[in-house]
């Protein structure tokens, strides 16, 4: 696999975000690459069918602004994005998004999956790694690219 010129990474409001970052901000520095940071705000439908947030636009915002700061460094480009999706819907709208920004690599953290979801297969990163054909990087937990341990990777 060559290195990937437009590298797409997804966050969410948990720590393992940090290590996505970081190992992102590796590998744009080492290889060139551009950078797209998205964050999907979850709607949860509630009793009345209509649908409730997790988190409010501009906290998601602040997320996103945090994440572009974390990224940038000499010779990297980064941009960014927020979107909203109905929670089955998170994994669907992040590779939407990488294929209209043209990505050529994906992303995630290492969060682990609890009960159901990892039985099903419905955590966000089962459902990236069903729906696209790019490759999907999920960043170590606190390793350096360089480092003791690689990415688990799908191509």
């Known amino acids: 696999m060559t290195a990937p010129r437009r590298v797409l990474v997804a966050i969410d409001q948990f720590d393992d975000r940090h290590e996505a970052l970081a190992f992102t901000r590796e590998l744009a520095c080492t290889t060139g690459a551009a950078v797209r940071v998205v964050h999907v705000i979850e709607h949860h439908p509630t009793r009345l ?32 994005r927020v979107r909203a999706a109905k929670l089955q819907h998170v ?22 999956l609890r ?28 390793r350096s690219l360089a480092g003791e341990r690689s990415a688990s990777t799908r191509s």
């Open 49 to 80: 069918g209509q649908a409730s947030a997790l988190e409010t636009r501009a906290e998601a915002e602040a997320l996103v602004d945090e994440a572009v700061y974390s990224l940038l460094a000499p010779g990297v480009d980064v941009s960014c």
């Open 91 to 112: 994994g669907a709208t992040i590779v939407d998004e990488a294929s209209s920004w043209e990505a050529e690599a994906i992303v995630l953290g290492s969060r682990r």
């Open 115 to 142: 009960g159901w979801q990892r039985v099903l297969g419905q955590g966000v990163r089962q459902v990236v790694m069903r729906l696209t054909e790019l490759p999907v990087i999920v960043a170590p937990a606190r």
